[in-house]
């Protein structure tokens, strides 16, 4: 059996994992939403932090039930990429338990 440190290791990366992956498919959803409505936008600028909310702005033809769909994906999109940068940090600090 792993020692507790190792162990403990492990299930953080695990979850970093986890918030990771979520992240990335939640992006290629609002990518999706977006090709799929016809709304050009600039994907290597796409999750830069305001961009979203100007494209947002800019683009009237975007209806209001994309536009709702859009703003819950990337308030979920948010916190997740924050948790996943959280969880890298803690890692990387030393353990109590050594």
């Given amino acids: 059996m ?6 403990e290791r492990r299930r953080t990366l695990r979850n970093r994992n986890l918030a990771v992956r979520q992240t990335v498919q939640i992006k290629i ?3 999706t939403l977006l090709m799929e409505s016809g709304v050009s936008y600039n994907k290597h600028r796409m999750h830069e932090p305001g961009h979203f909310r100007k ?8 209806d209001e039930a994309l536009y709702s769909l859009l703003q819950l994906y990337r ?8 948790d996943s940068m959280q969880v890298v ?3 990387r600090r030393p353990s ?3």
């Fill in 2 to 7: 792993a020692s507790t440190a190792i162990r």
């Fill in 29 to 31: 959803k609002i990518s």
């Fill in 55 to 62: 494209l947002l702005a800019t683009k009237p033809d975007i």
């Fill in 75 to 82: 308030e979920t999109v948010v916190p997740l990429g924050l």
């Fill in 89 to 91: 940090s803690e890692s």
């Fill in 96 to 98: 109590a338990s050594k």
